[in-house]
């Protein structure tokens, strides 16, 4: 990918979020790879995301560009203000529960009960 502002702007439109836009940056800047390896998901994601073709949760997406660029947070029930990146993370681990230790039940329980958690829309 030679520019992927370029690459968003075309395939996005003028609809381009500003996530979208940020994403593309931060990739112009270092690369795609050491972007997707930040957000801790695949370059081909990123591609996907870039070029308007990514099936996947964009929500989800949207959250860990918001919250690891864009310095977005939250409220959590369990842990106070944190990133939306990190707060998507939690989503994810409390999915797979698992009582290994005490931090993920809390965060489990705590996913369970906010709006933003364990399927919850916010």
Partial sequence: ????????????GAEAPDWVLRLAEECALSS???????LGR???LVSN??????PGDMGAVEDLVRGTYMRATTL???????????????IQSARAYTNENSER???????RR?????????
Wanted: proline content about 5%.
């Fill in 1 to 12: 990918m030679s520019d992927p502002v370029a690459t968003a702007r075309a395939s996005w």
């Fill in 42 to 44: 695949s370059a081909a």
């Fill in 114 to 122: 906010c709006p933003r958690g364990m399927g919850n829309k916010a």
């Fill in 49 to 54: 995301v870039l070029r308007k073709k990514y």
């Fill in 76 to 90: 959590c029930p369990a842990l106070g203000e944190i990133s939306v990146a990190e707060c998507r993370r939690w």
């Fill in 105 to 111: 039940v809390r965060m489990y329980r705590a996913c």
């Fill in 32 to 38: 795609q790879s050491k972007v997707a390896t930040k």
